[in-house]
């Protein structure tokens, strides 16, 4: 079946850079596109990014574009999302997504941006 788990979150200083990581397996990873999405408390959920099944084509919220770089390893069947320069409005839990026939989400990894 479908697994997602992602990785690689925490609690950052404001400036400071995070790289989470999101392990997939149960589907070709190679042939679906990847997204992160994220969702802080009260609000929801929202498209952070997304790469294409070849990582040549990328998508980026508006509110991350110039910060955060999506990357895909599809021999590792692992996606990422490098993100820099953070901001206390980045604090939420990180979700990585596919959608194979219907949509997949990970357990989500907590990102904290806090001085």
């Known amino acids: 079946q479908v697994q997602l788990v992602e990785s690689g979150g925490g609690l950052v200083q404001p400036g400071e850079s995070l790289r989470l990581s999101c392990a997939a397996s149960g589907f070709i990873f190679s042939s679906y596109t990847m997204s992160w999405y994220r969702q802080a408390p009260g609000k929801e959920r929202e498209l952070v990014a997304s790469?294409?099944?070849?990582?040549?084509?990328?998508n980026y919220a508006d509110s991350v574009k110039g910060r955060f770089t999506i990357s895909r390893d599809n021999a590792e069947r692992t996606v990422y999302l490098q993100m820099t320069s953070l901001k206390p409005e980045d604090t939420a839990v990180y979700y990585c997504?596919?959608?194979?026939?219907?949509?997949?989400w990970g357990q989500g990894t907590q990102v904290t941006v806090s001085s």
């Open positions: 790469i294409s099944s070849a990582g040549g084509s990328t």
């Open positions: 997504k596919a959608y194979v026939w219907r949509p997949y």
